[in-house]
Protein backbone atom coordinates (compact mmCIF):
# COMPACT_ATOMS: atom_id res chain seq x y z
CA UNK A 1 0.00 0.00 0.00
CA UNK A 2 2.74 2.48 0.78
CA UNK A 3 4.17 2.58 -3.01
CA UNK A 4 0.27 3.18 -3.78
CA UNK A 5 0.62 6.25 -1.56
CA UNK A 6 4.05 6.81 -2.85
CA UNK A 7 3.05 7.04 -6.35
CA UNK A 8 -0.74 8.84 -5.88
CA UNK A 9 1.53 11.82 -3.92
CA UNK A 10 3.17 12.17 -6.80
CA UNK A 11 0.92 12.32 -9.68
CA UNK A 12 -1.35 15.32 -7.25
CA UNK A 13 2.00 17.09 -6.76
CA UNK A 14 2.60 17.27 -10.66
CA UNK A 15 -1.02 17.59 -11.03
CA UNK A 16 -0.18 20.94 -8.62
CA UNK A 17 2.69 21.71 -10.63
CA UNK A 18 3.03 24.43 -13.48
CA UNK A 19 0.38 24.02 -16.15
CA UNK A 20 3.07 23.62 -18.72
CA UNK A 21 4.61 20.47 -16.86
CA UNK A 22 1.57 19.14 -16.34
CA UNK A 23 0.64 19.13 -19.87
CA UNK A 24 4.07 18.03 -20.82
CA UNK A 25 4.18 15.18 -19.15
CA UNK A 26 0.63 13.48 -18.71
CA UNK A 27 1.87 9.96 -19.50
CA UNK A 28 4.48 9.92 -16.92
CA UNK A 29 2.33 10.91 -14.21
CA UNK A 30 0.00 8.24 -15.80
CA UNK A 31 2.75 5.56 -15.38
CA UNK A 32 3.66 6.51 -11.84
CA UNK A 33 0.54 6.10 -10.80
CA UNK A 34 -0.09 2.60 -12.26
CA UNK A 35 3.01 1.01 -10.61
CA UNK A 36 0.90 0.13 -7.94
CA UNK A 37 -2.14 -0.25 -9.06
CA UNK A 38 -3.10 -3.72 -8.48
CA UNK A 39 -3.12 -3.30 -5.02
CA UNK A 40 -5.77 -0.68 -4.81
CA UNK A 41 -7.52 -2.59 -7.41
CA UNK A 42 -7.16 -5.77 -4.97
CA UNK A 43 -9.46 -3.67 -2.19
CA UNK A 44 -11.46 -3.13 -4.65
CA UNK A 45 -12.28 -6.60 -5.88
CA UNK A 46 -12.79 -7.98 -2.04
CA UNK A 47 -15.36 -5.53 -1.45
CA UNK A 48 -17.49 -5.94 -4.79
CA UNK A 49 -17.05 -9.83 -4.36
CA UNK A 50 -19.83 -9.49 -1.17
CA UNK A 51 -23.76 -9.22 -2.17
CA UNK A 52 -25.33 -5.80 -1.10
CA UNK A 53 -29.04 -6.37 -2.13
CA UNK A 54 -30.27 -4.62 0.60
CA UNK A 55 -33.67 -7.21 0.82
CA UNK A 56 -31.08 -9.36 2.41
CA UNK A 57 -30.03 -8.71 5.96
CA UNK A 58 -27.53 -11.22 6.01
CA UNK A 59 -25.90 -9.44 2.81
CA UNK A 60 -25.77 -6.27 4.79
CA UNK A 61 -24.82 -7.88 8.18
CA UNK A 62 -21.71 -9.08 6.19
CA UNK A 63 -20.74 -5.81 3.86
CA UNK A 64 -20.92 -3.76 7.48
CA UNK A 65 -18.38 -6.70 8.78
CA UNK A 66 -15.77 -5.83 6.12
CA UNK A 67 -16.42 -2.43 6.07
CA UNK A 68 -16.33 -1.56 9.75
CA UNK A 69 -12.59 -2.79 10.64
CA UNK A 70 -11.55 -0.74 7.14
CA UNK A 71 -12.87 2.65 8.70
CA UNK A 72 -11.17 1.16 12.04
CA UNK A 73 -7.71 0.96 10.18
CA UNK A 74 -7.63 4.38 9.25
CA UNK A 75 -8.27 5.96 12.18
CA UNK A 76 -11.82 6.23 12.57
CA UNK A 77 -14.26 5.32 15.53
CA UNK A 78 -17.14 3.46 14.42
CA UNK A 79 -20.65 2.43 15.52
CA UNK A 80 -23.58 0.48 13.97
CA UNK A 81 -26.50 2.76 14.09
CA UNK A 82 -29.69 0.05 14.06
CA UNK A 83 -33.11 0.55 12.09
CA UNK A 84 -35.68 -1.98 11.85
CA UNK A 85 -33.90 -3.19 8.97
CA UNK A 86 -30.57 -3.02 8.18
CA UNK A 87 -28.04 -1.31 10.07
CA UNK A 88 -26.07 2.21 9.23
CA UNK A 89 -22.69 2.67 9.92
CA UNK A 90 -21.34 5.63 11.16
CA UNK A 91 -17.69 6.41 11.84
CA UNK A 92 -15.57 9.63 13.04
CA UNK A 93 -12.28 11.07 13.37
CA UNK A 94 -12.48 14.09 15.73
CA UNK A 95 -9.65 16.69 15.66
CA UNK A 96 -8.65 18.23 19.25
CA UNK A 97 -9.80 22.17 18.77
CA UNK A 98 -11.30 21.33 15.17
CA UNK A 99 -12.82 24.72 14.28
CA UNK A 100 -14.95 22.85 11.43
CA UNK A 101 -16.55 19.63 11.10
CA UNK A 102 -17.52 17.88 7.85
CA UNK A 103 -20.15 14.94 7.38
CA UNK A 104 -19.19 13.19 4.37
CA UNK A 105 -22.63 10.36 3.06
CA UNK A 106 -21.47 7.12 1.70
CA UNK A 107 -23.63 4.25 -0.42
CA UNK A 108 -22.84 0.42 -0.02
CA UNK A 109 -25.74 -1.52 -0.74
CA UNK A 110 -26.71 -2.22 -4.38
CA UNK A 111 -29.48 -3.10 -6.94
CA UNK A 112 -30.74 -6.64 -7.02
CA UNK A 113 -29.40 -8.42 -9.66
CA UNK A 114 -30.51 -10.70 -13.02
CA UNK A 115 -27.55 -12.89 -13.30
CA UNK A 116 -28.99 -14.50 -16.63
CA UNK A 117 -28.80 -10.97 -17.59
CA UNK A 118 -25.12 -9.98 -17.08
CA UNK A 119 -22.25 -10.90 -19.58
CA UNK A 120 -20.24 -12.87 -16.98
CA UNK A 121 -20.62 -15.74 -14.94
CA UNK A 122 -21.46 -13.86 -11.62
CA UNK A 123 -22.42 -10.17 -11.03
CA UNK A 124 -20.79 -10.24 -7.83
CA UNK A 125 -17.17 -11.60 -9.16
CA UNK A 126 -15.69 -8.75 -10.62
CA UNK A 127 -14.08 -9.01 -13.87
CA UNK A 128 -11.49 -6.90 -16.02
CA UNK A 129 -12.56 -5.98 -19.65
CA UNK A 130 -11.75 -4.83 -22.64
CA UNK A 131 -13.13 -3.62 -25.91
CA UNK A 132 -12.11 -5.72 -28.85
CA UNK A 133 -11.75 -4.09 -32.74
CA UNK A 134 -15.96 -4.87 -33.02
CA UNK A 135 -16.65 -2.85 -29.86
CA UNK A 136 -17.17 -5.70 -27.94
CA UNK A 137 -16.78 -6.04 -24.44
CA UNK A 138 -14.23 -9.56 -23.40
CA UNK A 139 -13.01 -10.33 -20.18
CA UNK A 140 -9.06 -10.54 -19.71
CA UNK A 141 -6.77 -11.74 -16.91
CA UNK A 142 -6.54 -9.44 -13.57
CA UNK A 143 -2.73 -10.24 -14.32
CA UNK A 144 -3.24 -8.19 -17.15
CA UNK A 145 -2.51 -4.83 -14.78
CA UNK A 146 0.37 -5.83 -13.56
CA UNK A 147 2.22 -5.42 -17.15
CA UNK A 148 0.19 -2.88 -18.56
CA UNK A 149 -2.77 -0.45 -17.96
CA UNK A 150 -5.40 0.91 -20.09
CA UNK A 151 -7.96 4.02 -18.62
CA UNK A 152 -10.39 2.60 -21.01
CA UNK A 153 -10.32 -1.30 -19.39
CA UNK A 154 -13.42 -1.73 -17.00
CA UNK A 155 -14.22 -3.52 -13.91
CA UNK A 156 -17.82 -4.64 -14.29
CA UNK A 157 -19.82 -5.79 -11.16
CA UNK A 158 -22.87 -4.91 -9.31
CA UNK A 159 -22.63 -2.18 -7.26
CA UNK A 160 -19.22 -0.82 -9.32
CA UNK A 161 -20.01 2.30 -9.87
CA UNK A 162 -23.05 2.54 -7.61
CA UNK A 163 -21.79 2.50 -5.21
CA UNK A 164 -18.52 0.56 -3.87
CA UNK A 165 -16.18 2.33 -6.23
CA UNK A 166 -17.25 5.77 -4.33
CA UNK A 167 -16.39 3.85 -1.15
CA UNK A 168 -13.21 2.55 -2.18
CA UNK A 169 -12.23 5.55 -3.60
CA UNK A 170 -12.91 7.69 -0.56
CA UNK A 171 -10.73 5.17 1.93
CA UNK A 172 -7.64 5.12 -0.62
CA UNK A 173 -8.04 9.06 -0.84
CA UNK A 174 -7.92 8.72 3.09
CA UNK A 175 -4.67 6.30 2.46
CA UNK A 176 -3.37 8.89 0.15
CA UNK A 177 -3.67 11.74 2.67
CA UNK A 178 -2.05 10.46 5.22
CA UNK A 179 0.78 9.22 3.38
CA UNK A 180 0.99 13.15 1.92
CA UNK A 181 0.93 14.41 5.62
CA UNK A 182 -2.16 16.35 4.94
CA UNK A 183 -4.95 14.26 6.78
CA UNK A 184 -7.57 16.54 7.80
CA UNK A 185 -7.45 19.45 10.65
CA UNK A 186 -11.35 19.05 11.00
CA UNK A 187 -13.86 16.89 12.22
CA UNK A 188 -14.53 14.50 9.98
CA UNK A 189 -17.95 12.33 10.09
CA UNK A 190 -18.88 9.19 7.55
CA UNK A 191 -22.35 8.05 7.28
CA UNK A 192 -22.64 4.96 5.07
CA UNK A 193 -26.47 4.42 3.84
CA UNK A 194 -27.13 0.63 3.69
CA UNK A 195 -30.72 0.54 2.28
CA UNK A 196 -30.47 4.14 -0.51
CA UNK A 197 -31.82 1.21 -3.56
CA UNK A 198 -34.50 0.60 -0.82
CA UNK A 199 -35.59 4.38 -0.80
CA UNK A 200 -33.62 4.89 2.44
CA UNK A 201 -36.92 4.40 4.68
CA UNK A 202 -35.51 4.63 8.24
CA UNK A 203 -32.95 7.48 7.09
CA UNK A 204 -34.76 10.60 8.19
CA UNK A 205 -35.66 8.86 11.02
CA UNK A 206 -32.40 7.97 12.13
CA UNK A 207 -31.21 11.44 11.27
CA UNK A 208 -33.67 12.78 13.55
CA UNK A 209 -32.56 10.31 16.60
CA UNK A 210 -29.00 11.09 16.00
CA UNK A 211 -29.04 14.94 14.93
CA UNK A 212 -26.33 15.57 17.88
CA UNK A 213 -23.97 13.08 16.88
CA UNK A 214 -24.14 13.90 13.34
CA UNK A 215 -24.10 17.66 13.73
CA UNK A 216 -22.02 19.29 11.25
CA UNK A 217 -21.27 22.47 9.61
CA UNK A 218 -21.75 20.84 5.92
CA UNK A 219 -22.19 17.69 4.22
CA UNK A 220 -20.30 16.48 1.05
CA UNK A 221 -21.96 13.51 -0.68
CA UNK A 222 -19.20 11.20 -3.26
CA UNK A 223 -21.96 9.34 -5.41
CA UNK A 224 -23.71 9.21 -8.67
CA UNK A 225 -22.23 9.96 -12.13
CA UNK A 226 -21.01 13.28 -13.57
CA UNK A 227 -21.84 15.23 -16.49
CA UNK A 228 -22.82 13.91 -19.50
CA UNK A 229 -19.52 14.82 -20.90
CA UNK A 230 -18.10 13.02 -18.36
CA UNK A 231 -16.35 16.17 -17.26
CA UNK A 232 -15.48 16.98 -13.56
CA UNK A 233 -18.49 18.18 -12.06
CA UNK A 234 -20.02 19.22 -8.74
CA UNK A 235 -23.66 18.82 -8.03
CA UNK A 236 -25.82 21.08 -5.61
CA UNK A 237 -29.52 20.01 -5.73
CA UNK A 238 -31.47 16.76 -6.56
CA UNK A 239 -35.18 16.22 -7.64
CA UNK A 240 -36.98 14.53 -4.45
CA UNK A 241 -39.55 11.76 -5.43
CA UNK A 242 -43.12 11.16 -4.66
CA UNK A 243 -44.87 7.82 -5.80
CA UNK A 244 -48.63 7.50 -6.89
CA UNK A 245 -50.32 4.58 -7.79
CA UNK A 246 -54.40 5.12 -9.29
CA UNK A 247 -56.13 1.62 -10.16
CA UNK A 248 -59.29 1.60 -11.80
CA UNK A 249 -62.39 -0.62 -11.28
CA UNK A 250 -64.06 -2.55 -14.06
CA UNK A 251 -66.65 -6.54 -13.20
CA UNK A 252 -64.69 -8.26 -10.14
CA UNK A 253 -63.47 -10.87 -11.55
CA UNK A 254 -62.54 -10.52 -15.78
CA UNK A 255 -65.53 -10.91 -18.21
CA UNK A 256 -65.54 -12.59 -21.43
CA UNK A 257 -65.35 -9.87 -23.90
CA UNK A 258 -67.88 -11.39 -26.58
CA UNK A 259 -70.47 -12.18 -24.66
CA UNK A 260 -70.23 -8.51 -22.66
CA UNK A 261 -68.52 -5.89 -24.91
CA UNK A 262 -70.17 -2.90 -25.32
CA UNK A 263 -71.75 -3.51 -22.38
CA UNK A 264 -69.27 -3.74 -18.86
CA UNK A 265 -67.03 -0.45 -18.63
CA UNK A 266 -63.30 -1.15 -19.16
CA UNK A 267 -60.82 -0.23 -16.21
CA UNK A 268 -57.95 0.29 -19.08
CA UNK A 269 -59.91 2.75 -21.03
CA UNK A 270 -60.49 4.98 -17.80
CA UNK A 271 -56.84 4.58 -16.78
CA UNK A 272 -56.49 5.60 -20.47
CA UNK A 273 -58.70 8.20 -20.38
CA UNK A 274 -57.07 9.34 -16.82
CA UNK A 275 -53.30 9.82 -18.07
CA UNK A 276 -53.92 11.07 -21.00
CA UNK A 277 -55.45 14.63 -19.50
CA UNK A 278 -52.92 14.65 -17.33
CA UNK A 279 -49.94 15.69 -20.42
CA UNK A 280 -50.29 17.76 -23.48
CA UNK A 281 -48.96 16.31 -26.45
CA UNK A 282 -45.56 18.49 -26.21
CA UNK A 283 -45.16 17.25 -22.53
CA UNK A 284 -46.29 19.88 -20.38
CA UNK A 285 -48.62 18.63 -17.38
CA UNK A 286 -51.56 19.93 -17.83
CA UNK A 287 -52.75 19.46 -13.93
CA UNK A 288 -53.95 23.17 -12.75
CA UNK A 289 -51.11 24.41 -10.48
CA UNK A 290 -48.79 22.07 -11.21
CA UNK A 291 -46.02 23.97 -11.94
CA UNK A 292 -46.67 27.19 -9.41
CA UNK A 293 -43.89 28.53 -7.35
CA UNK A 294 -40.76 27.98 -9.89
CA UNK A 295 -39.27 30.55 -11.76
CA UNK A 296 -36.43 30.92 -13.46
CA UNK A 297 -34.72 34.36 -13.15
CA UNK A 298 -31.60 35.44 -15.16
CA UNK A 299 -29.00 35.14 -13.13
CA UNK A 300 -30.20 31.16 -12.83
CA UNK A 301 -30.56 30.65 -16.33
CA UNK A 302 -27.32 32.08 -16.86
CA UNK A 303 -25.51 29.54 -14.71
CA UNK A 304 -27.77 27.04 -16.53
CA UNK A 305 -26.54 27.72 -19.43
CA UNK A 306 -22.97 27.66 -18.52
CA UNK A 307 -23.55 23.87 -18.25
CA UNK A 308 -22.15 21.99 -21.39
CA UNK A 309 -25.17 19.54 -22.55
CA UNK A 310 -25.39 18.76 -26.17
CA UNK A 311 -28.99 18.25 -27.17
CA UNK A 312 -28.33 16.97 -30.58
CA UNK A 313 -25.79 14.54 -28.85
CA UNK A 314 -28.26 13.30 -25.87
CA UNK A 315 -31.68 12.94 -28.33
CA UNK A 316 -29.43 11.17 -30.72
CA UNK A 317 -27.87 8.51 -28.08
CA UNK A 318 -31.46 7.92 -26.43
CA UNK A 319 -33.32 7.72 -29.93
CA UNK A 320 -35.98 10.16 -30.12
CA UNK A 321 -36.10 13.13 -32.52
CA UNK A 322 -37.27 16.03 -29.82
CA UNK A 323 -37.47 16.62 -26.05
CA UNK A 324 -40.61 18.08 -24.26
CA UNK A 325 -41.60 20.98 -24.44
CA UNK A 326 -41.83 21.94 -20.93
CA UNK A 327 -38.51 24.63 -20.84
CA UNK A 328 -36.23 25.71 -23.59
CA UNK A 329 -33.07 23.35 -22.45
CA UNK A 330 -32.18 19.92 -20.33
CA UNK A 331 -30.97 22.46 -17.52
CA UNK A 332 -34.15 24.74 -16.76
CA UNK A 333 -36.42 21.22 -17.68
CA UNK A 334 -34.61 19.79 -14.83
CA UNK A 335 -35.79 22.59 -12.13
CA UNK A 336 -39.25 21.75 -13.10
CA UNK A 337 -41.62 18.77 -10.83
CA UNK A 338 -41.85 16.10 -13.82
CA UNK A 339 -44.85 13.59 -14.28
CA UNK A 340 -43.89 10.18 -15.91
CA UNK A 341 -45.39 6.98 -15.92
CA UNK A 342 -43.24 4.56 -14.69
CA UNK A 343 -45.34 1.53 -15.02
CA UNK A 344 -48.95 0.51 -16.09
CA UNK A 345 -51.13 -3.13 -16.11
CA UNK A 346 -53.70 -4.45 -17.01
CA UNK A 347 -55.04 -8.38 -18.02
CA UNK A 348 -52.29 -9.95 -20.06
CA UNK A 349 -50.44 -9.37 -22.72
CA UNK A 350 -48.01 -11.35 -25.20
CA UNK A 351 -48.38 -14.99 -25.44
CA UNK A 352 -51.09 -14.82 -22.94
CA UNK A 353 -53.67 -12.93 -24.20
CA UNK A 354 -56.93 -13.45 -24.06
CA UNK A 355 -60.51 -11.49 -25.00
CA UNK A 356 -61.70 -10.51 -21.90
CA UNK A 357 -62.77 -6.88 -20.12
CA UNK A 358 -60.31 -7.21 -17.20
CA UNK A 359 -61.31 -6.45 -13.60
CA UNK A 360 -58.30 -3.69 -13.07
CA UNK A 361 -56.04 -1.34 -14.67
CA UNK A 362 -53.07 -0.06 -12.35
CA UNK A 363 -50.59 2.97 -13.60
CA UNK A 364 -47.40 3.75 -11.60
CA UNK A 365 -46.57 7.40 -11.45
CA UNK A 366 -43.53 9.06 -10.24
CA UNK A 367 -43.31 12.77 -9.68
CA UNK A 368 -39.75 14.60 -9.39
CA UNK A 369 -39.93 16.96 -6.87
CA UNK A 370 -37.84 20.46 -6.86
CA UNK A 371 -37.16 22.34 -4.12
CA UNK A 372 -40.09 24.48 -4.47
CA UNK A 373 -42.35 21.34 -4.40
CA UNK A 374 -44.39 20.86 -1.58
CA UNK A 375 -45.37 16.76 -2.39
CA UNK A 376 -48.59 16.79 -0.05
CA UNK A 377 -49.73 19.93 -2.24
CA UNK A 378 -48.68 18.11 -5.49
CA UNK A 379 -50.81 14.62 -4.49
CA UNK A 380 -53.97 16.66 -4.06
CA UNK A 381 -53.71 18.13 -7.05
CA UNK A 382 -53.52 15.18 -8.87
CA UNK A 383 -56.15 13.85 -6.73
CA UNK A 384 -58.52 16.69 -7.27
CA UNK A 385 -57.90 16.62 -11.09
CA UNK A 386 -59.25 12.73 -11.60
CA UNK A 387 -62.23 14.03 -9.24
CA UNK A 388 -63.09 16.54 -12.18
CA UNK A 389 -62.59 14.15 -14.50
CA UNK A 390 -65.71 12.95 -12.72
CA UNK A 391 -64.20 9.95 -10.84
CA UNK A 392 -64.92 9.11 -7.75
CA UNK A 393 -61.26 8.70 -5.61
CA UNK A 394 -60.79 6.40 -2.52
CA UNK A 395 -57.32 4.95 -0.57
CA UNK A 396 -58.93 1.44 -0.47
CA UNK A 397 -60.50 -1.23 -3.21
CA UNK A 398 -63.92 -0.27 -3.11
CA UNK A 399 -67.25 -2.23 -1.53
CA UNK A 400 -69.93 -3.52 -3.72
CA UNK A 401 -71.86 -0.88 -2.28
CA UNK A 402 -69.60 1.60 -3.40
CA UNK A 403 -69.59 -0.34 -6.72
CA UNK A 404 -73.27 0.18 -6.98
CA UNK A 405 -73.02 3.81 -5.91
CA UNK A 406 -70.84 4.79 -8.28
CA UNK A 407 -69.89 4.27 -11.94
CA UNK A 408 -66.49 4.71 -12.11
CA UNK A 409 -64.48 4.55 -9.34
CA UNK A 410 -60.46 5.21 -8.97
CA UNK A 411 -58.30 3.71 -6.02
CA UNK A 412 -55.34 6.45 -5.51
CA UNK A 413 -52.43 6.62 -3.10
CA UNK A 414 -49.01 8.71 -2.38
CA UNK A 415 -45.85 7.68 -1.06
CA UNK A 416 -43.24 10.19 -0.51
CA UNK A 417 -39.39 8.65 -1.05
CA UNK A 418 -37.45 11.57 -1.30
CA UNK A 419 -37.86 15.26 -0.57
CA UNK A 420 -35.53 17.85 -3.28
CA UNK A 421 -32.93 19.74 -2.05
CA UNK A 422 -30.65 22.44 -3.46
CA UNK A 423 -27.60 24.49 -2.19
CA UNK A 424 -26.17 27.89 -2.76
CA UNK A 425 -22.79 27.36 -5.23
CA UNK A 426 -20.99 29.26 -2.63
CA UNK A 427 -21.89 27.49 0.26
CA UNK A 428 -19.00 25.71 2.24
CA UNK A 429 -19.83 22.34 0.23
CA UNK A 430 -19.34 24.17 -2.82
CA UNK A 431 -16.40 26.41 -2.10
CA UNK A 432 -14.45 23.31 -0.93
CA UNK A 433 -15.66 21.18 -3.49
CA UNK A 434 -15.03 23.49 -6.13
CA UNK A 435 -11.74 24.80 -4.63
CA UNK A 436 -10.56 20.69 -4.47
CA UNK A 437 -11.10 20.62 -8.51
CA UNK A 438 -10.01 23.77 -9.34
CA UNK A 439 -6.63 22.47 -7.35
CA UNK A 440 -6.27 19.35 -9.43
CA UNK A 441 -7.60 20.62 -13.00
CA UNK A 442 -6.37 24.27 -13.16
CA UNK A 443 -10.33 25.46 -14.17
CA UNK A 444 -13.75 25.67 -12.75
CA UNK A 445 -15.29 22.46 -12.76
CA UNK A 446 -18.91 21.89 -14.33
CA UNK A 447 -21.90 23.18 -11.97
CA UNK A 448 -25.15 21.48 -11.81
CA UNK A 449 -27.51 23.45 -9.79
CA UNK A 450 -30.22 20.47 -9.48
CA UNK A 451 -29.74 16.86 -10.41
CA UNK A 452 -32.35 14.54 -12.50
CA UNK A 453 -32.48 11.85 -9.94
CA UNK A 454 -33.21 11.71 -6.57
CA UNK A 455 -31.05 11.15 -3.00
CA UNK A 456 -31.86 10.70 -0.14
CA UNK A 457 -29.96 14.15 1.13
CA UNK A 458 -32.75 16.28 2.28
CA UNK A 459 -33.55 14.68 5.83
CA UNK A 460 -29.63 16.10 6.41
CA UNK A 461 -30.13 19.46 5.05
CA UNK A 462 -33.65 19.48 6.35
CA UNK A 463 -32.99 18.49 9.82
CA UNK A 464 -29.10 19.19 10.57
CA UNK A 465 -29.83 22.46 9.05
CA UNK A 466 -26.46 22.31 6.77
CA UNK A 467 -25.86 22.58 2.79
CA UNK A 468 -25.02 20.01 0.91
CA UNK A 469 -22.98 19.43 -2.36
CA UNK A 470 -22.04 16.15 -4.53
CA UNK A 471 -18.87 15.40 -6.00
CA UNK A 472 -19.09 12.45 -8.63
CA UNK A 473 -16.09 9.96 -9.25
CA UNK A 474 -17.26 7.40 -11.73
CA UNK A 475 -17.93 7.78 -15.58
CA UNK A 476 -21.04 8.51 -16.77
CA UNK A 477 -21.77 5.33 -18.84
CA UNK A 478 -21.48 3.09 -15.82
CA UNK A 479 -25.09 1.05 -16.38
CA UNK A 480 -25.73 1.76 -12.27
CA UNK A 481 -29.00 0.04 -11.51
CA UNK A 482 -28.90 -2.04 -15.19
CA UNK A 483 -26.98 -5.52 -15.89
CA UNK A 484 -23.04 -4.84 -16.85
CA UNK A 485 -22.77 -1.96 -14.87
CA UNK A 486 -18.81 -1.04 -14.40
CA UNK A 487 -16.21 1.49 -13.52
CA UNK A 488 -13.89 2.41 -16.00
CA UNK A 489 -10.17 2.32 -14.49
CA UNK A 490 -9.61 6.00 -15.43
CA UNK A 491 -12.23 7.09 -13.57
CA UNK A 492 -11.44 4.41 -10.67
CA UNK A 493 -8.06 6.55 -10.54
CA UNK A 494 -8.91 10.13 -11.02
CA UNK A 495 -11.83 9.52 -8.94
CA UNK A 496 -9.58 8.98 -5.41
CA UNK A 497 -7.30 12.08 -6.82
CA UNK A 498 -11.04 14.04 -6.76
CA UNK A 499 -11.65 13.04 -3.61
CA UNK A 500 -8.27 13.48 -1.95
CA UNK A 501 -8.20 16.93 -3.73
CA UNK A 502 -11.62 17.71 -1.63
CA UNK A 503 -10.87 16.49 1.51
CA UNK A 504 -7.45 18.06 1.60
CA UNK A 505 -9.52 21.50 1.06
CA UNK A 506 -9.89 24.10 4.37
CA UNK A 507 -13.76 23.78 5.04
Not at 326 to 350: E, H, K
Not at 441 to 468: D, K
Not at 471 to 497: C, K, M, W, Y
Amino acid sequence: MRTWITAFLLVLVLQHAASAQTAADPERMRATIMQSLPEAVALYREFLALPNDGRHPEHIAALVDWMEPQFQARGFRTQRLPTAVNPTLYAERLVANAERTVLVYLQSDGQPVDPSAWAQPNPYQPVLKRQDDHGDWEIIEWSALEREFDPDWRIFARSAADSKGPMTQFLLAMDLLAGMDAEPNYNLKVIIDTEEELGSPHLAALVEQHRERLAADLLLIFDGPPHASNQPTVSFGARGLLALTLTTFGPKVPQHSGHYGNFVPNPAFDLARILASMKSAEGRVLISGFYDGVAIDANTAAALARVPDDPEQILGSIGVAAPEQVADTLQQALQYPSLNIRGMGSAWIGDQVRTIIPATATAEIDIRLVLESDPDRLAELVRAHIEDLGYTVVDHPPTDAQRAQHERIVQFSARLSYAAFRSEFDSAPGRMARSGMRWLYGEEPILIRTMGGSIPISPFVQTLGIPAASVPTVNIDNNQHSPNENLRLGNFVEGIAIIAAVLSQRP
